[in-house]
């Protein structure tokens, strides 16, 4: 099987997932696991290559405008850890059927599936966009196992998530360093790149980065909280992702990148000392347990510093010990998770101090958690022991000053000293110290678990024992794991290497362990407690709710409904930047003489309109005015854009201005005619304010117009647009080719604008009274009678002065709906385009409105959500058309009937159906429906525009 056809099937397995559970149930797990022992079978071929050598390896070109690689490699190491994922993966599955409760249990299986797809994808990438891909893959999967676990496990996700959420970003810095150091993304190009010799200090900002990413994985001081804090997920979960998958993800991740790191010394000090300082102190932590199953976790996270350390040491007899001591980890410790999970399961607890003595009962699962507990405290004849000796082995080589080594082999060997004691603490506390009887347990009847339960959690436990005495069966795929990240070979495995001195540590270790072991009554009181003032979960929570007081603090400064409350910070700010961006470029570099030209007399005739415009809009005391003006703001900035040659960009500019003054009137309509005595404040802040800020944007405008050539992505669009694209109006193509993937995003904003207008004005209170009469404010006075017999015919009949607007539409809207089609079909090569269009459409609909003499929207119910739905989503589908020809988004061109076509056009239709859909949304929410929803109630009709007129005209 190559390495695609394993991640097609991976990938197809969550997709099958669903219909299995709904008819097999919990059962689902048996199918699982032979899936996974067939894949893992299937692979056994491509192994072979890889044990002679070779690596499999397969590439197809993902977004080839990035030279990203949608590539996947099987080495050495990436054999290691895919088996494990797949064997530990169908050996917890068939634990699974019969441990869970009777049900369909989709999500538990669903999310593990997809972890192992994560996983795999992780140690088979050989793309780095790939990697933190997967990696995220990984973590989002564990996330939602932990959180499926019930009430209890809500908060323990969501702080696993934030941690692991960390080590994301490190990596995502440390991925995009490479790529930008290295100039590629191909994973084995970028570790075999000789820029880490070349730059050290970039060498050792990649290094911390990844060291970190590994740390919140696998569980490394101060990032190890986490991992006790999981235990709240379901028992297969804690034995598949903390003990075999997720925590081995950081542990690949370290072994993967020490092929470039391992003689940083950054990188060596950093591993070392937190792998053994976590070991010891998860060491000491998972002494004081009374829960065997957060006694498990402490002991992982021990276990994986010892690995930790290993890696950072480096030399190759440090990388096999540390890859032996991943395969052993992952058998002892899956299966002694499963084994507390039986215990739990038989008795209805997993706390030591409500434990009866098990052994009689359960003579088989005390036998397998002997063994496994034999294998983590390093005892022969077991695999757990070899992996140990060379881990305390290699630390006599660590790098450094003489004394490094000796210290680094002591301080693992004291760690030992505490791992035989929790270890001794699992069986006697589980099986032999239990001071109850049997008939105290919450189950009536205790007794050995069923073979279901029973033999998928022993199998992993009991292969250390033969894969211990013939351990050099793992010799080629251990020598292939390490040679695939260090250039000399991997070391010679033996059960028996003779009187080292890691024997003789071995020794001491079980000397003091048994010593700890036989005090410990005398110690249980006093470990069994709180050892420090604060658990991290505590100075989590208490992180987080220091965060959430400090973004309260700073959404106070906003939340008062005055605009200024929330424009002026904004404001201030970049007043500040604009400022002193302009005084350091113009103090600190020579500023370039400005093009000639670039003064005209139109220029100064519309900024004196433009600044006319804004006193007025300023000055006004009446809404409808400010309206007025701001509108002939809008008016004045078209003609610029003009005048500039920006066609595009004026005729948007102008359609834009007219659509909003329109939809501003409307909402004006709700509102009082004038702004009141509060209108004009004699304050200065706003008017200094606005002075400081006109003059940092004038001075930047100033500094950045007309000073600098065309940059080198406006020459490429110039010259190689037309070519590339086969339309010439580059501002079109450049919206929906170079940088559809950008407009798409804005749709989609645009999309939840609309969706948004529905939603709020849909919380708006009716404002109508008992008897359903408009209110008062949106009324005529009964007293102020019209003088002008124009505005009392008006009143009279509300349609008579729309008939003429009326009549001219007859002419005006086939014509607007023929010019929206016109400026869609040529805006490939000249002004105009989606957008556009849908503009001039969106005028149409308009007029129609204000043509008629009642409210009543401008849409049947639905249509305009069903546009920008519709109009999103085929934005969407053309994306992933151009998958047919190499990535997303990628215009497909051609020609029909001697006309050229694009997939770009269709991306258009999807935003013209988007912009029209919201402009439709504006006119029925916020004039027809919101009006009437607010001011009518039944039987009473609608005001008309020309009440509403004669309303605001009596009112002012």
């Known amino acids: 099987m190559t390495v695609l056809l394993l991640l097609v099937a991976l990938a197809a397995v969550p997709v099958l997932v669903v219909p299995m559970t709904l008819a097999l149930g919990r059962r689902t797990g048996w199918v699982l ?71 369909r249990q989709l999500g538990f299986y669903l999310w593990m599936t997809v972890f192992a797809l994560g996983m795999v994808g992780l140690v088979l990438a050989d793309d780095l966009v790939l990697v933190f891909l997967c990696w995220e893959i990984t973590s989002l999967a564990s996330f939602l196992l932990i959180a499926r676990s019930g009430s209890g496990g809500e908060a323990a996700s969501t702080r696993t998530l934030l941690i692991t959420f960390v080590g994301g970003l490190t990596l995502l810095v440390a991925v995009v360093l490479m790529i930008v150091a290295t100039g590629t993304t191909s994973l084995s190009e970028a570790l075999a790149s000789p820029v880490w010799q070349e730059n050290g200090a970039l060498t050792t900002t990649v290094a911390l980065l990844v060291a970190v990413s590994g740390f919140t994985k696998a569980a490394q001081f101060p990032f190890h909280p986490w991992l006790p804090d999981a235990m709240a997920a379901a028992t297969p979960v804690s034995a598949y992702l903390h003990a075999a998958a997720v925590v081995k993800a950081g542990i690949y991740l370290m072994l993967r990148f020490s092929e470039a790191f391992s003689s940083v010394p950054a990188w060596n000090a950093l591993l070392i000392t937190t792998g053994l300082f976590t070991a010891a102190m998860a060491a000491l932590f998972a002494l004081g347990q009374t829960d065997l199953k957060r006694l498990m976790a402490y002991s992982t996270v021990s276990q994986l510093g010892l690995i930790t350390a290993a890696i950072g040491v480096g030399t190759p007899k440090a990388l096999t010990a540390a890859v032996l001591h991943t395969i052993a980890h992952a058998l002892f410790k899956s299966g002694l998770f499963m084994m507390v999970g039986i215990v739990d399961h ?23 958690v002997i063994a496994g507990a034999g294998a983590m405290a390093g005892l022969p004849p077991l695999l757990g ?11 006599l080589d660590a790098p450094g000053p003489a004394w490094t080594g000796p210290v680094a082999f002591a301080a693992a060997a004291a760690g030992a000293v505490l791992t035989f004691a929790y270890c001794a603490k699992i069986v006697l506390g589980a099986f032999v110290d239990g001071e109850r009887e049997l008939e105290d347990c919450s189950v009536p009847e205790v007794r050995e678990a069923g073979p279901a339960l029973l033999v998928p959690a022993m199998l992993p436990i009991w292969a250390g024992l033969p894969l211990a005495l013939a351990v050099w069966v793992l010799d080629p795929p251990v020598d292939r794991a390490v040679s695939a990240i260090s250039d000399g070979g991997g070391y010679a495995l033996h059960l028996w290497h003779g009187i080292t001195p890691e024997l003789l540590a071995t020794a001491v270790v079980v000397l003091g362990g048994t010593l700890v072991v036989s005090r410990r009554r005398w110690l249980r009181p006093r470990l069994e407690r709180d050892l420090l003032p604060r658990s991290g979960v505590q100075l989590i929570e208490q992180a987080v709710r220091g965060a959430t007081r400090g973004g309260s603090w700073l959404a106070r400064l906003v939340t008062a409904d005055h605009p200024g409350r929330h424009v002026g910070p904004i404001l201030v700010v970049l007043t500040l930047l604009l400022g002193a961006g302009t005084l350091a470029v113009t103090l600190g570099t020579d500023v370039p003489a400005a093009q000639p030209d670039l003064g005209r007399p139109i220029d100064a005739a519309l900024l004196v309109l433009v600044a006319l415009g804004v006193a007025g809009v300023c000055l006004a005391q009446s809404r409808i005015a400010a309206t007025v003006y701001l509108g002939g703001v809008g008016i004045a900035v078209t003609v610029q854009l003009f005048a500039l040659g920006a066609p595009d960009v004026g005729l948007t500019q102008l359609m834009v201005e007219v659509l909003t003054v329109t939809v501003i009137m409307l909402v004006l309509r709700g509102l009082p005619a004038g702004f009141g005595h509060r209108r004009h404040s ?11 800020l006109g003059a940092a944007a004038g001075g930047a405008t100033w500094l950045l117009t007309g000073r600098r050539e065309q940059s080198g992505p406006a020459r490429y669009f110039i010259d190689e647009g037309t070519e590339v694209t086969g339309g010439d109006n580059l501002v079109n193509v450049i919206l929906v080719e170079f940088r559809a993937l950008d407009t798409l995003g804005e749709l989609a904003v645009l999309g939840l604008a609309g969706v948004a207008i529905v939603a ?74 989606g957008f556009i269009a849908a503009l001039v459409a969106s005028a149409a609909v308009a007029l129609v409105y204000l043509a008629r003499p ?5 849409a049947r119910p639905g249509l305009h959500l069903g546009l920008i739905a519709g109009g999103v989503l085929t934005a969407l589908g053309t994306g992933l ?19 050229h076509v694009s997939t770009s056009m269709l991306f258009d239709v999807g935003v013209y159906a988007a912009v029209l859909g919201l402009v439709m949304v504006a006119f029925d929410r916020l004039g027809a429906a919101a009006v009437e929803h607010r001011t009518t109630g039944p039987g009473t009709p609608a005001p008309s525009h020309a009440e509403h007129a004669s309303a605001q005209e009596e009112r002012a």
């Open 881 to 899: 058309i151009g998958y047919a020809h190499s990535s997303f988004l990628e215009p497909l061109h051609g020609y029909v009937g001697g006309v």
């Open 346 to 368: 038989q008795t209805g607890t997993r706390d030591v101090r409500r434990l009866p003595p098990l052994w009689r009962v359960m003579p088989w699962s005390f036998a397998t």
């Open 760 to 833: 709020v004005l849909a919380t708006v209170p009716d404002r109508r009274s008992e008897d359903g009469a408009a209110p008062a404010e949106l009324r005529p006075s009964p007293d102020a009678a019209p003088q002008d017999p124009q505005a009392a015919r008006a009143l009279a009949d509300p349609a008579s002065n729309l008939r003429a607007m009326q009549l001219l539409l007859r002419l005006l809207t086939p014509g607007l709906v023929l010019l929206s089609a016109l400026i869609f079909w040529r805006g490939h090569n000249e002004p105009g385009g």
């Open 854 to 858: 009642e409210d009543r929207p401008v």
């Open 682 to 692: 004699r304050r200065p802040g706003p008017v200094v304010l606005a002075l400081l």
């Open 385 to 395: 022991f070899v992996s140990k000796e060379m881990v305390l082995g290699s630390m």
């Open 33 to 103: 696991a032979a899936v996974f022992l067939g894949l893992a079978a299937a692979l056994v071929p491509a192994g072979r290559d890889v044990l002679r050598g070779e690596e499999v390896t397969w590439s197809r070109a993902w977004v080839p405008q990035l030279d990203v690689d949608l590539a996947l490699r099987l080495d050495g190491l990436g054999l290691v850890f895919v088996m494990i994922a797949l064997v530990i993966g169908a050996a917890v599955l068939a634990y699974s059927a019969a441990y869970l409760s009777p049900g």
